[in-house]
Structure formats: structure tokens, C-alpha cells
């Protein structure tokens, strides 16, 4: 009885042993899984877009400044008013000008008598130039003396010459004036809305015909509308003239307004130059074409511009596609490796049973969920859509994965 009591304990103890060694070598399985969600290649519709920030301006803005230096009389608008092209905006005071202005007149006035003067002494040395020829060919007039009339006609003619030079100085500078003083009424050069007023009356402003000048004012034409916005260097190659567009403004995000691509900019917008974050943008101006009485110019806006479309084309998740360039294949050498590291071939894990299938993948356009799969994969294969870290560095050809249920998934989102 003892013997066989001793061999049943120890056959009792080598199945738990077996059994142990079977549950450990289970559950080591079960830790070299990869745990991983999937999604399946499928025919979609794809939208390319490129989004960029900027703001929405009006296509013509004109900044208004005085071209004389005074103190403002009168101001016939405020900010907001809408202006016809042609109507008074601002007086400045002419009282200054107004004294020039006599000053012109009557050096204008002298210039005249100037050029009568001269005529009259250029009409007396004529007749008297007349006479001296008529003794000298007559001999009754020496050399000398005829040289000397001659010359005295010469003179006048010069000094009448001088007097019309002087008398056309004169006038012109009175133009001048009479300009200068016309614009101290300045009138609006374009129809719109007065968009910015940056003076008021009694004010005294400087004119650009000294400096700068002070700007008095702007006005908008508020009827034609642009989004400027900047486009980053890696995107603004995707854009083209023409491209549509749809723009939500910050300040009212219940419409969306469309427009058209107008215009690219050749000429880069540099920022924080020679750090690590310099930022390179391009500026492309968004044409509106959906009007809303609500846009005001300087308005922040993001505008979505749609840079191509594929209908019915094969697609995967985004986050599926990957760019492996520590992975090493196998019966490669390391040259082929480095060639195919330097080419950055892209990749896809395909699903078969428990284990995935590294997939070299051929791509087009992508949106902001899907990536458009021109080859390498067939419409129905399972694709591993995530986590990133597994796509990106764990998962390798032949490794072993346990798929994600959607419960699990559930649980995981719904967990605090």
C-alpha cells in the first residue's frame, strides 16, 4: 500500500508539473502577442486639403494722407460711414497757402511788366540797329558804331528772352500753389466704407510733400472679400490657382463662406530666422465668393483647401502607413538595407491568423483619415490601424498579435 500510494503522489505531482509548465508556456505566448487594433482596406472617397491660418482682408484698401501740413477744419465722415467716390472727407485749414498764394500772383504780375520792359528796350534797339545799318552801307557810319547798336539789339533780345523765362517760372510756380491749396480739400478716391479714421478735427497732420505724412483715414471696398492666408512649405506645392476653398472665420464658426484660390506668393515669409523654430509660410490669397455682411477686414480665419479628390480608391487608415528605417529584412545585406532605409519605402502590416505580414504599399492623396493605397495591398485585407507605437517601432514581419475587440476598446475609452 505504501509503494503504490508513493507512485500515485508521484505521477499526481508530474501532471501538475506538466500542467504548470503548459499554463507558464501559455502565458508566454500570450506576453509575446503584440496587442494591436485593426482596421480593412476598403474603397473610399478621398479629399485632400491643406488648412492654414491667416486673416480676411478687403481686395482694395486705401490709405488715405494729406499732401499739405495743417489743422483740420472740417471731417464730413465717421468710422463706418459708407463714401461715394468723389465726396469730401476732410478740409484743412488754407490760410497759409492763401498768403502764398498772393506771393505767386504777384511775382507773376512782375514777371508780366518784366517781359513788357524788355520788349519795349528790344523794339528801341531793333529801330535803332535798323538805322545803323542804313549809314554803314551808306557810309555814313563807322564799323565801331554799327557794332555797337548790333550789340545793344543783341542784349535786349537777351533780357527779353530772360523776361519770358521768368514770367513761365512764375506762372508755374503759381500752379503749383493753386495745386497745394486745391488739396486741402481732400476727396475720397474710391466707393466704399471708411474702415479706419484716425484723426479728428482741430488736429494738426503733416503732409507727405514734407515726410511720410500722417494717415488720416482708410476706406474699404467691402463688396470683394479675400482670405489671406500662409501656407507652410511642405503644402503650398500641393495648391494650385484655382483650387476651391472653405473658410470659417473665428468670429462667427456657424457659416462656412467658399472661394477660389487667386493668387501664390513666389516670395517666402521667414520667421525666428536661424533658430531651431524658423518657420517658412507662403502667402495665398482665398477670393470669396459667398458675401457676408458680418466680415470685417483684419478678421482671424482658417481656410481648407481642397487640393485634389479621388473617388472609389482604395484606402487605409492614416495612422496604418509607416516608414521603418531600423527594420532589417531577411537574406538582405546591410547595402541593400541602407539603399532601402535612404528610399523610405512605405509599409503596411497585414493581418494573417495570429501574426502580420510586413506589406511594401504604393500611396496617393490622403485626408485627415484616410490614406489613399494605389498598390500592395487588395480591397477586404485586415490592416493593423494602430496603437502607433506597435506600427512604428514593436511590430515586426511574423510577429505575433492579439487583436483589440471593440468591448476592450470600449472599456479602455470609458475608463477614467
Not at 501532471?15 to 507558464?24: E, F, H, N, S
Not at 467716390?85 to 508780366?112: C, H, K, M, N, Y
Not at 503644402?235 to 472653405?246: N, T
Not at 512604428?392 to 471593440?406: G, H, M, P, Q
Request: aromatic share 4%; proline share 2%.
Amino acid at each position: 500500500m505504501k509503494k503504490t500510494s508513493k507512485r500515485w503522489i508521484v505521477i499526481a505531482g508530474a501532471i501538475v508539473a506538466i500542467v504548470a509548465i503548459a499554463v507558464a508556456l501559455s502565458g508566454r505566448g500570450n506576453g509575446n502577442a503584440v496587442e494591436v487594433r485593426v482596421d480593412t482596406a476598403a474603397y473610399r472617397t478621398i479629399v485632400q486639403e491643406v488648412s492654414a491660418t491667416g486673416k480676411i482682408q478687403p481686395e482694395v484698401e486705401v490709405k488715405i494722407s494729406s499732401e499739405v501740413s495743417g489743422e483740420i477744419v472740417a471731417l464730413t465722415v465717421k468710422e463706418g460711414d459708407p463714401v461715394r467716390r468723389g465726396q469730401l472727407l476732410v478740409r484743412i485749414r488754407p490760410d497759409l497757402l492763401e498768403t502764398q498764394l498772393e506771393q505767386f500772383r504777384a511775382a507773376v504780375r512782375a514777371a508780366e511788366m518784366g517781359v513788357e520792359i524788355a520788349k519795349v528796350e528790344l523794339d528801341r534797339t531793333e529801330r535803332e540797329l535798323r538805322r545803323a545799318t542804313e549809314l554803314y552801307d551808306k557810309g555814313f557810319l563807322s564799323k565801331q558804331e554799327f557794332e555797337t547798336a548790333k550789340a545793344a539789339y543783341e542784349r535786349a533780345a537777351g533780357q527779353y528772352q530772360s523776361a519770358l523765362a521768368e514770367k513761365s517760372r512764375a506762372q508755374a510756380t503759381l500752379r503749383q500753389g493753386e495745386l497745394s491749396f486745391s488739396r486741402t480739400a481732400i476727396y475720397a478716391p474710391i466707393s466704399g466704407v471708411v474702415t479706419k479714421l484716425n484723426v479728428e478735427v482741430g488736429e494738426k497732420v503733416v503732409g507727405t510733400a514734407q515726410m511720410q505724412g500722417t494717415e488720416l483715414l482708410r476706406i474699404a471696398d467691402l463688396d470683394t472679400m479675400n482670405a489671406i492666408v500662409e501656407v507652410n512649405e511642405s503644402d503650398v506645392a500641393l495648391v494650385h490657382i484655382g483650387d476651391s476653398a472653405f473658410v470659417r472665420v473665428d468670429a462667427f464658426r456657424d457659416s462656412v463662406l467658399v472661394g477660389r484660390v487667386l493668387e501664390i506668393s513666389h516670395s517666402p515669409l521667414e520667421k525666428a530666422v536661424g533658430t531651431q523654430e524658423e518657420v517658412v509660410n507662403f502667402q495665398v490669397k482665398v477670393r470669396l465668393q459667398s458675401r457676408d455682411t458680418r466680415l470685417r477686414p483684419g478678421m482671424t480665419c482658417v481656410a481648407d483647401i481642397r487640393t485634389a479628390r479621388r473617388d472609389s480608391v482604395l484606402a487605409v487608415p492614416i495612422q496604418a502607413v509607416t516608414v521603418r528605417y531600423d527594420d532589417e529584412r531577411d537574406g538582405e545585406s546591410n547595402a541593400q538595407a541602407t539603399k532601402r532605409t535612404a528610399s523610405k519605402q512605405q509599409i503596411v502590416f497585414a493581418v494573417t491568423g495570429d501574426r502580420v505580414r510586413m506589406r511594401e504599399v504604393k500611396t496617393g492623396i490622403s485626408d485627415r483619415g484616410y490614406i489613399e493605397i494605389v498598390a500592395g495591398l487588395k480591397p477586404g485585407e485586415v490592416v493593423v490601424s494602430g496603437p502607433y507605437s506597435a506600427i512604428a517601432r514593436t511590430l515586426r514581419d511574423s510577429s505575433r498579435v492579439r487583436i483589440k475587440s471593440r468591448t476592450e476598446r470600449s472599456t479602455t475609452a470609458s475608463a477614467p
